[in-house]
């Protein structure tokens, strides 16, 4: 099948009120650091750009960490892509197996937990529930395995406004 960006895996899922847009940061098979390169944060400007009023939500299997061998290699690049195109609201990505909510500036940056591995002791295993407000959002984790004592643990995400 024939994909936006040759040889990656990238869509837009239309949601009520938000864009969930999906990245392909494989850069290769048994390749552990992420890269989009340029052709794909082209394709992501354009699918911003198409919609300047909905608000996105960015899903990426890397971390964004420019220092960190293991992480996405072109995080600055796709940070400097993402802060002037205000409906890009969250950054969504995984790889680290570390549940995190933080912030580059005022763009969200949630790392999901593992749903089958974990790498350090203190981390659940799980997934989290995605509720969409006016303004926002909220996350709630639903641990399945793991450290269990943030189960049911609320994140309230305030969009970043125009």
């Known amino acids: 099948a024939a994909t936006a960006v040759a040889g990656k895996w990238v869509g837009v899922v239309e949601g009520p009120g938000v864009r969930f847009v999906l990245l392909d940061s494989q850069d290769g098979v048994n390749v552990t650091p992420g890269h989009l390169g340029g052709a794909q944060r082209a394709w992501l400007?354009?699918?911003?750009?198409?919609?300047?009023?909905?608000p996105a939500l960015v899903f990426v299997h890397h971390h964004l960490n420019a220092r960190n061998p293991s992480a996405l290699r072109d995080t600055e690049a796709l940070l400097e892509l993402l802060r002037p195109r205000r409906q890009a609201k969250a950054v969504i990505f995984g790889h680290t197996h570390i549940w995190s909510c933080r912030r580059f500036g005022d763009l969200h940056a949630i790392n999901l937990p593992a749903v089958g591995y974990r790498?350090?002791?203190?981390?659940?295993?799980?997934?989290?529930?995605?509720?969409?407000?006016?303004?926002g959002a909220e996350l709630q984790l639903r641990c399945i395995g793991g450290d269990r004592r943030?189960?049911?643990r609320r994140v309230r995400l305030r969009w970043r406004t125009a």
Do not use: I, K, S
Not at 45 to 54: N, P, Q, V
Not at 123 to 133: A, D, K, M, Y
């Open 45 to 54: 400007a354009r699918t911003l750009d198409a919609d300047a009023e909905t």
């Open 119 to 135: 790498f350090l002791e203190q981390q659940p295993l799980g997934w989290c529930l995605f509720r969409p407000e006016p303004g």
């Open 150 to 152: 943030q189960h049911g």
